[in-house]
C-alpha cells in the first residue's frame, strides 16, 4: 500500500499548480487531457474494487495467479489502450472534482485491505483480459504500476502544454 500512496502523492504534486483550463486541455487531437487521465485513473480503480468485491463474496475455487510480470504495465514504451468502458468523458472538469474522485476511489481499496487478510487476497483470484489470472494482491498492486504509466503520460502532456 505504501506504494500506492507515493505514486498517488506523485500525481497529485504533478498537477497540483495547474489550472482547470490547462488540466482539461487536450494538446494533440486523439490523445487525452491531463483530466481525462485522471479520471481514467478514478474509473479503473472504481473497476478494481468491484471486481474485488466481487471475489471476495464467492466462495469458489480460485485458480491459482499466474507469474505475469506486473511491471511491464508501467513501461510507457509498450502501447496499451484503454478498454471501452474505462475511457474518460471529455467533460470540463475541475481539479478539486478529480480529487474528490481519486480520495474516494482510494479509501474504497484502503477499506478492502483493512478488512481482510493478506492470505485471503493472495487465495482469491480473477482474470484480466490481458495479463490472465490474477491474486487480489497483484490486482492491487496493478493499480499502482498503472498510475506510475499514467504519470509519465501527465507529464508528456504537461511539456506539451508548455511548448504550445
Not at 485513473?41 to 506486473?70: C, H, T, W
Not at 504500476?145 to 508548455?162: D, F, P, S, T, V
Amino acid at each position: 500500500m505504501e506504494d500506492l500512496h507515493r505514486i498517488r502523492e506523485e500525481i497529485m504534486k504533478s498537477v497540483q499548480t495547474l489550472t482547470d483550463d490547462q488540466l482539461n486541455t487536450v494538446v494533440t487531437e486523439g490523445t487525452w487531457s491531463i483530466a481525462q487521465v485522471l479520471e481514467h485513473l478514478y474509473m479503473m480503480e472504481v473497476n478494481v474494487v468491484r471486481l474485488i468485491q466481487l471475489a471476495l463474496s464467492k466462495e469458489d475455487e480460485f485458480e491459482a495467479p499466474g507469474s505475469f510480470p506486473l511491471s511491464v504495465i508501467a513501461d510507457r514504451s509498450i502501447k496499451i489502450s484503454a478498454p471501452e468502458y474505462l475511457i474518460p468523458s471529455s467533460n470540463f472538469q475541475t481539479l478539486h472534482e478529480l480529487k474528490e474522485k481519486l480520495s474516494a476511489s482510494r479509501a474504497s481499496i484502503e477499506k478492502v485491505l483493512q478488512e481482510h487478510s493478506e492470505e485471503e487476497l493472495n487465495q482469491k483470484t480473477f482474470a484480466h483480459r490481458r495479463f490472465g489470472v490474477l491474486s487480489l494482491n497483484q490486482w492491487i498492486a496493478l493499480i499502482g504500476y498503472h498510475e506510475q504509466r499514467h504519470i509519465g503520460q501527465i507529464e508528456e502532456i504537461k511539456q506539451a502544454l508548455i511548448n504550445k
